[in-house]
């Protein structure tokens, strides 16, 4: 199920639906275009990311506390 949207004629606000065509009208993708729900790659880009070191939980403490506004919150157990 995708979110589509089709535009009110008497305001011009957009109307979001799930219907592929609403009251004979058929509706657009809200999606951005480089967006997609179904991401087919998202588990290639976690690999990717954990082989070289680049996934949050791989990255050091001082780069976290950096990032973090509350360095408290970076504390390992």
């Given at each position: 199920?995708?979110?589509?949207?089709?535009?009110?004629?008497?305001?011009?606000?957009?109307i979001y639906t799930?219907?592929?065509?609403l009251d004979g009208?058929?509706?657009?993708?809200?999606?951005?275009?480089?967006?997609?729900?179904d991401d087919k790659?998202?588990?290639?880009?976690?690999?990717?990311?954990?082989?070289?070191?680049?996934?949050?939980?791989?990255?050091?403490?001082?780069?976290?506390?950096?990032?973090?506004?509350?360095?408290?919150?970076?504390?390992?157990?």
């Open positions: 199920m995708h979110l589509m949207y089709t535009e009110d004629p008497a305001t011009g606000k957009r799930l219907k592929k065509v009208v058929v509706t657009k993708s809200a999606h951005p275009a480089r967006f997609s729900p790659y998202s588990r290639h880009r976690v690999t990717l990311k954990k082989r070289y070191g680049l996934l949050l939980t791989q990255q050091s403490m001082k780069y976290n506390a950096i990032s973090s506004r509350d360095p408290e919150a970076n504390i390992r157990l």
